[in-house]
């Protein structure tokens, strides 16, 4: 298998990053979106994120962009600021090759850096035994179902929560 460079996203990743999440939008259920974002709206969402310090990182194998993982806010108020919640797509192509694992990894340890304390997956489809089982090999515990809460495709799906401590998680309080 040829080698995986997982590194930071740069803007002209973006292209690459749009498609790998428009084939998610149109034909799956790990997100909730209906209509696939443009690359000028995934060029906002990216600077958003990284112009307030979140990682955005890349799977790259023989130069091409193959997946992507990323950290933002679990919730706006200020009191949820050491908790992230994170992201991770990849091309079907590249499934099943453990690149999730070792993009997820690397998201958890450039999060731990930054000084986070939690990260929170919110998995669309209990279905998702990829999604899962990649949260689960990556240490996240399994925290809860919200049944129905998405309709997609013509039919109702889950999401699945799942949780895991970073650093300290919550052995002591942060010092910020």
Not at 49 to 72: H, K, Q, S
Not at 148 to 159: A, E, P
């Amino acid at each position: 298998m040829p080698q995986v460079l997982i590194r930071p996203t740069a803007p002209a990743d973006l292209p690459a990053i749009t498609a790998i999440y428009r084939e998610a939008v149109l034909h799956g259920t790990a997100t909730f979106e209906l209509v696939p974002p443009d690359l000028a709206e995934m060029t906002r969402r990216y600077e958003t994120l990284t112009g307030n310090g979140f990682p955005y990182l890349v799977a790259v194998m023989e130069d091409i962009v193959v997946g992507y993982a990323y950290a933002g806010p679990y919730r706006p108020r200020p009191a949820y600021r050491f908790t992230v919640e994170n992201s991770v797509y990849l091309d079907p192509a590249a499934q099943g090759r453990r690149i999730g694992t070792r993009l997820m990894q690397d998201l958890i340890a450039a999060c731990e850096a930054r000084g986070y304390r939690q990260m929170i997956a919110v998995i669309g489809d209990s279905a998702n035994a990829a999604s899962v089982a990649l949260h689960a090999r990556t240490g996240f515990a399994m925290i809860g179902t919200h049944p129905n809460v998405g309709l997609k495709f013509g039919r109702w799906l889950d999401t699945v929560m799942m949780q895991r401590a970073l650093g300290a998680g919550g052995a002591s309080i942060p010092e910020a």
